[in-house]
């Protein structure tokens, strides 16, 4: 891999924003601004009951006039944000298990012109979401789900972890190129940088409940923390996908488009390329292990699908590429062995907190819920879920502990 960002542009990734779409459009030309505008007022169209009325009413369009990728992402971020309310509608078990035509048909073919599935995805509701409020940095999102600036909250500190990353990407092709020409030392400082960047990418995430203030030009971006409660009562369900879901058990019927119901996961940060990225770059390898390792590394091949496909031939072509951890094994240097030890160590504490999270967000109030309800003294099936469908707990500590084996002992 060539030290150049015309290689990055083939693999859509952005010198500032990495794996997130550099200043996605915000509006569509007639007639797909139909689909915006719905997708704008979507909370208020949800609480007035109108939401599936208004989604029946639009034209069965074509995909043709939708010039361009920025167009297209944000077409499917629209449909997407149509798709999970017409589905869920109040969140309260009201399902609906068919996606009518004239918004189906449309949504499957810009998913195949995509490479994406017709679900929203992380690719759409955090990289494809955001745009700048005002000149100091400020950012929002184009698009809300109902539970005020929760969802907020939650995807605009998942770009501000995509974001610090992206220096971290920028460092790779040296990399490559230090492992090929046995270079040590130019390795080692690129490794440094990588692990400062990771670094910076956990301080991100612990703004999830404003434990730290942004310190950079983007100091302001996010006032919004996300409030446990909101993100388990509201924000998950508009989130979950139709696989492996006991409320849609056959998944969705796209009406128009298959004749039968189609499963596919929810909208995840699994799906985000940045941890794999960093895996693959560090030579951390999720199938070596147990059958509950294979499972995982299954999940988390599968969630490459929900990829933009340019992100996933990333991925692809790191594979391809020099294993730096067999060349720092090879050399016997205890600096530099400390060094690559450093950045396992923060994709290790990156993983740490992402499960302190998961507990406070996901464990604790699935936990309370079922108190509520009396039911049983842990949380319940569904309840144990990921929004991508995993049985959470030993999918998440067979991550980190894979990740952990990692590290270079001495000697
Ligand atoms: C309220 C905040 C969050 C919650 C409740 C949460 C929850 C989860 C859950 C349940 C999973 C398991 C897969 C699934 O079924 O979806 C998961 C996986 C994952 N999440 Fe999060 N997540 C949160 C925030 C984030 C953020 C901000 C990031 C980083 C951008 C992130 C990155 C990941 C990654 C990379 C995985 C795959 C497992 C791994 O590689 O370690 N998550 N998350």
């Known amino acids: 891999m060539e030290n150049s960002w015309k290689m990055f542009e083939e693999f859509h990734i952005d010198e500032e924003m990495g794996f997130a779409l550099p200043n996605p459009l915000v509006e569509l030309p007639h007639p797909y601004d139909a689909w915006i505008s719905i997708a704008r007022n979507l909370p208020q169209l949800i609480e007035d009951g109108q939401l599936r009325a208004e989604v029946e009413k639009l034209a069965t369009l074509s995909t043709d006039g939708l010039e361009g990728h920025k167009e297209q992402r944000l077409g499917h971020l629209a449909l997407g944000y149509l798709t999970m309310a017409y589905v869920w509608g109040r969140g309260d078990g009201d399902i609906r298990k068919v996606l009518p035509s004239n918004i189906a048909i449309p949504y499957c073919q810009l998913s195949e012109k995509l490479g994406l599935p017709p679900i929203l995805v992380y690719a759409d509701c955090v990289l494809a979401n955001w745009k700048k409020k005002d000149p100091s940095g400020n950012m929002d999102i184009l698009f809300s789900f109902p539970g005020g600036d929760c969802g907020k909250g939650f995807f605009l500190i998942s770009l501000l972890v995509e974001m610090a990353a992206a220096s971290a990407i920028k460092v790779i092709p040296i990399i490559f190129k230090a492992v090929q020409c046995e270079d040590s030392e130019t390795l080692q400082d690129a490794l440094r940088e990588i692990a400062s960047c990771l670094k910076r ?94 499972s995982a590394a299954e999940f988390l091949q599968e969630m490459r699908t929900y990829m933009p496909p340019a992100h996933r031939n990333f991925l692809r072509s790191l594979e391809s590429g020099p294993s730096v951890r067999e060349f720092v094994l090879s050399k016997g240097d205890a600096s530099l062995r400390e060094t690559y030890n450093k950045c396992v160590q923060a994709m290790v504490s990156l993983r740490k907190y992402h499960f302190q999270i998961v507990t406070k967000y996901i464990l604790i109030p699935a936990r309370r819920k079922s108190k509520e309800k009396g039911t049983s003294k842990g949380s319940s099936k569904s309840e144990d879920k990921g929004t991508g469908g995993t049985s959470l707990v030993d999918f998440l500590k067979t991550v980190r502990r894979t990740t952990e084996k990692t590290l270079l002992k001495e000697g």
């Open 201 to 294: 990418a956990l301080e991100r995430f612990h703004q999830i409940h404003g434990k730290y203030c942004m310190p950079y030009t983007m100091r302001a971006a996010v006032k919004y923390y996300v409030d446990p409660n909101i993100f388990f009562n509201v924000l998950r369900i508009y989130l979950s996908g139709w696989k492996g879901n006991p409320s849609l058990p056959e998944g969705l019927l796209y009406e128009g488009v298959w004749d039968t119901p189609k499963q596919f996961a929810g909208g995840s940060a699994a799906q985000s390329s940045v941890f794999q990225c960093f895996d693959v770059l560090l030579g951390v390898q999720h199938a070596a292990g147990g059958a509950s390792s294979v």
